[in-house]
């Protein structure tokens, strides 16, 4: 089982504020990529600053306009804090992220890294 | 106390890590001139944080491992003065050897309070130690647990008087200025909330 005190902090947006606002929580957190919720906080998608300059710079689209669900990556991978670490690693792994967002009951409760989970799984998971 | 020590002395007591705490930060010396009242919340921060970690800094363990930096000191010593690579080796053997149990206690350490980096610090810097002339690199958890206890405490203060300032609140100072509508964006980060089962139930 995943312990919490292993997560980090995930930045977040919602899926309904407006990619302007979205560019400027990646920049005042000098992130490169954020998890976007919905109302009941469960991850819906994410968005990445390549996904920025690809879905809207090289679109010519107004970022005032254009919502995050509208750019953003749809159906992310998430595991479950009571999933193990094994099962966040290999799925980090096939998808070739550095991290996976871990929630309890769909919410979000944090991000895992992938280092984290590779080291953690070669001790048992503990 | 250790031989890094005699060079930078940390905090052992209550009235030392307050001391300690005023020194190495400006902005609470300030604050506790103008201000004397201060001067309370900061004895809270550092009574309930010395009450916390005091009980790791006790103990044979930490003992041990500061003989052993003596033997690892005296082998690195030995190798620059007479190149003997092999005699250095067998010291520093010892002294790896003197570090292993505090090495243990500090992933003990990082259950019971949640420290984990400090324990990863504590064991990478004891691995580095052992390559000949390394010895300086280990530190020990004492002195790791002292500086964590500096940290804490000033936290703890920050928080209380109301200047504390998240990692969001720090990156968006830095940017204003030089973007526009730069702002802390602490309400877009979830930070997941540990609070470690043992200390709990020893609190």
């Known amino acids: 089982m995943i312990q919490k005190e292993h997560l980090i902090d995930a930045v977040v947006c919602r899926e309904n504020d407006n990619v302007l606002e979205v ?8 992130r490169r990529h954020l998890i976007v919720l919905d109302k009941e906080d469960k ?3 994410i968005i990445s600053t ?3 300059n690809n879905r809207v710079l090289a679109e010519e689209k107004d970022p005032k306009k254009l919502k995050a669900k509208e750019i953003m990556t749809k159906s992310t991978k998430v595991v479950s804090i009571e999933d193990t670490y094994e099962k966040a690693f290999q799925i980090m792994a096939e998808l070739g992220t550095y991290s996976i967002p871990v929630v309890r009951n769909g919410k979000l409760l944090g991000l895992l890294e992938f280092t984290r989970a590779f080291n953690l799984k070669q001790v048992g998971g503990k | 106390m250790g031989l890094r020590d005699l060079v930078h002395k940390m905090p052992e007591t209550r009235k030392e890590l307050s001391d300690y705490v005023i020194k190495n930060n400006r902005h609470v010396k300030k604050l506790i001139e ?3 009242d201060y001067k309370s919340a900061l004895e809270e921060a550092v009574s309930s944080t010395f009450d916390k970690y005091s009980e790791y800094l006790k103990g044979w363990k930490n003992k041990l491992s500061g003989a052993g930096h003596v033997v690892g000191y005296t082998a690195d010593a030995w190798l620059f003065a007479t190149g003997d690579i092999i005699g250095t080796l067998g010291g520093k053997f010892i002294n ?3 570090q292993m149990p505090e090495k243990a206690y500090s992933l003990a ?3 019971r309070t949640g420290n984990y980096l400090d324990a990863a610090q504590n064991i990478l810097e004891g691995a580095l130690s052992y390559i000949p002339g390394l010895t300086f690199a280990d530190q ?3 002195r790791i647990i002292q500086k964590r206890m500096a940290s804490d405490a000033l936290t703890k203060f920050e928080k209380e008087v109301g200047i504390y300032k998240s ?3 720090k990156v968006a100072d830095t940017l204003k200025g030089l973007y526009k509508g730069v702002k802390d964006r602490a309400k877009n980060v979830f930070t997941p909330v540990y609070e470690p089962k043992l200390a709990l139930q020893r609190a």
Not at chain 1, 24 to 30: G, H, V
């Open chain 1, 23 to 30: 560019s400027r929580i990646l920049r005042d957190t000098q």
């Open chain 1, 43 to 45: 991850p819906v998608g």
């Open chain 1, 50 to 52: 390549v996904d920025l």
């Open chain 2, 34 to 36: 103008k201000n004397p």
């Open chain 2, 96 to 98: 790896f050897l003197a």
């Open chain 2, 109 to 111: 350490y990082a259950v």
């Open chain 2, 140 to 142: 020990g958890l004492t």
């Open chain 2, 167 to 169: 990692w969001t609140a």
